[in-house]
């Protein structure tokens, strides 16, 4: 049962603490993304990636928030630094090249203090 | 104001009954169209695609309205396992990314 995998699951830091997301897709899958979710505003893109190239980070807070895919098998999300206002789930959800469903990973669940 | 739009809710349905959610969206070139489950401290996952035709899975009945420019699901025999929020989701034409409202809750009680 192939699904996409995130670490950490939850974090725990302190204000101006540098924070790593890690998101395995699925294998096969191309295109990769990064949301965000809260209660006050839901679900939200914050980037995502096709055949490892960056395609679209317009939702992401360009000055703390980088996210990039090393290989196929990894995407990260770092934010350098962190703010209280960071806390939220961050989900990574994959597709691959022919399908339209996203399979989201468990996300990450990030407190910043 | 958001592309895409639900009411929030909660919707409180006694098991058995049937329980509609609406979901407008802003973007006319909108191309694609699903419901997402999101149980509690959980990913969302795909409930079903919207079709053009309409489509219906069991119980769960998904219409698109695009003159109105709003997708509907329905769910008939509501049983407790069903309680969650419903997220609608919406492709553009251009790109691969999904646009998503903040979710409508649904509560179901014996």
């Known amino acids: 049962d192939a699904r996409v995998t995130q670490t950490p699951r939850h974090k725990v830091t302190e204000m101006g603490q540098e924070v790593t997301m890690r998101c395995q897709p699925i294998?096969?899958?191309?295109?990769v993304f990064w949301y965000r979710q809260t209660m006050m505003q839901g679900l939200e893109l914050l980037a995502y990636?096709?055949?490892?190239?960056?395609?679209?980070d317009s939702g992401m807070p360009k000055d703390r928030f980088s996210a990039e895919m090393p290989d196929a098998t990894l995407a990260t999300l770092k934010i350098q630094p962190s703010e209280p206002r960071d806390s939220a789930v961050y989900f990574c959800?994959?597709?691959?090249?022919?399908?339209?469903?996203?399979?989201f990973g468990p996300g990450t669940r990030l407190l910043v203090l | 104001r958001k592309e895409v739009e639900q009411d929030p809710g909660p919707f409180n349905v006694p098991e058995g009954a049937t329980v509609a959610f609406n979901c407008t969206y802003s973007n006319s070139a909108s191309q694609s169209f699903f419901w997402y489950r999101q149980d509690c401290r959980k990913e969302p996952k795909l409930l079903m695609s919207?079709?053009?035709s309409g489509n219906e899975d069991g119980r769960f009945t998904a219409q698109l309205n695009r003159a109105s420019q709003y997708i509907s699901l329905l769910i008939r025999d509501s049983k407790l396992s069903d309680s969650a929020t419903y997220l609608c989701a919406v492709r553009a034409l251009s790109g691969y990314a999904l646009n998503f409202g903040k979710g409508t809750s649904l509560l179901v009680t014996p």
């Open positions: 294998l096969g899958h191309n295109t």
């Open positions: 990636f096709r055949n490892r190239a960056p395609l679209d």
């Open positions: 919207v079709y053009s």
């Open positions: 959800a994959s597709r691959a090249a022919a399908q339209e469903t996203q399979y």
